[in-house]
C-alpha cells in the first residue's frame, strides 16, 4: 500500500468513526445493521479493515451523509458546527408534526422561565 492509499483508508476510518458518533449510533448496533462483529466495524474506523463499496453505500445510508463524504470528497461539514446541533436537527426532522410543535412550545417555555429551577418566582 503506498503512502497515499494510507492516507486515504485513515481518512475514510476518520469520516465513518464521525458519522457514526454524529447519528447517535454505537459500534455495536451499526455491525447489527450490516450483520457484522462489532471488531469489522472498529476495524474500520481504525483503517485496519477495507470497505467494500456496498458497505460504503449502507454505512452512508445508515449514518444519513453522502458517499462522497465518507471518501474525504465532499467538504466537511460536520465541523462545520457543534455536531450536537445536527444530530438534534436530524432527530427532530423525524418528529411527527403535532410531536415537533409540542416540543417548540416546551423550548419556547425553559428559554423565557426566567427561573429554570422550578422554585418560587
Same mark, same amino acid.
Given at each position: 500500500? $503506498? =503512502?497515499?492509499?494510507s492516507?486515504k483508508? @485513515?481518512?475514510? /476510518?476518520?469520516? !465513518?468513526?464521525?458519522?457514526?458518533?454524529?447519528a447517535g449510533l454505537?459500534?455495536?448496533?451499526?455491525?447489527?445493521?450490516?450483520?457484522?462483529?462489532?471488531p469489522?466495524v $472498529? =476495524?474500520?474506523e481504525a483503517g485496519?479493515r @477495507?470497505?467494500? /463499496?456496498?458497505? !460504503?453505500a449502507?454505512?452512508?445510508?445508515i449514518?444519513?451523509v453522502?458517499?462522497?463524504?465518507l471518501l474525504?470528497e465532499?467538504?466537511?461539514?460536520?465541523n462545520a458546527q457543534d455536531p450536537?446541533?445536527?444530530?438534534?436537527a436530524r432527530?427532530?426532522?423525524?418528529?411527527?408534526?403535532d410531536d415537533l410543535?409540542r416540543l417548540l412550545k416546551?423550548?419556547?417555555?425553559?428559554?423565557s422561565d426566567p427561573?429554570?429551577?422550578?422554585?418560587?418566582?
Open positions: 500500500m $503506498t =503512502e497515499v492509499d492516507i483508508r @485513515r481518512q475514510i /476510518a476518520e469520516r !465513518l468513526k464521525q458519522a457514526r458518533k454524529l454505537s459500534q455495536g448496533h451499526v455491525a447489527k445493521i450490516l450483520g457484522l462483529h462489532r469489522s $472498529t =476495524e474500520m485496519n @477495507r470497505v467494500s /463499496a456496498d458497505e !460504503l449502507r454505512l452512508a445510508e449514518y444519513d453522502s458517499v462522497a463524504f474525504g465532499a467538504p466537511e461539514k460536520l450536537r446541533v445536527e444530530l438534534a432527530k427532530l426532522s423525524k418528529l411527527k408534526p410543535e416546551l423550548l419556547a417555555a425553559m428559554r427561573n429554570p429551577s422550578g422554585g418560587d418566582r
